[in-house]
């Protein structure tokens, strides 16, 4: 299975960066029109979208978005499913 993976540098401010990020997931995957598109591209085949924000200094690779009440990040990514 091929997939895309793209590396989109948002800085170095992590308040800013999962700002940044969660516009950007909302923008493009969120979106109906987008999701459409996305769809007759793949031919109907994606049913779930995987991402998360990296920290490059992180070598656990954390997902950035995935923050508990604690403060604590984890490393599962999130999901959209379609």
């Keep these: 299975m091929y ?4 590396d989109i540098p948002l800085g170095t401010d992590e308040e800013s960066a ?3 990020a969660d516009q ?6 969120i979106d109906v029109d987008c999701k459409d598109r996305l769809q007759r591209l793949s031919g109907n085949r ?3 979208v995987n991402y998360k ?3 490059d200094q992180d ?7 995935d923050i508990d009440e604690n403060g ?9 499913e379609y």
């Design 3 to 6: 997939r895309l993976y793209i």
């Design 72 to 80: 604590h990040v984890s490393n599962k990514e999130c999901k959209i």
């Design 59 to 65: 070598k656990q690779k954390s997902n950035y978005l």
């Design 18 to 20: 999962i700002k940044y």
């Design 46 to 48: 994606i049913e779930v």
């Design 53 to 55: 924000l990296e920290n």
């Design 24 to 29: 950007l997931v909302r923008w493009t995957f």
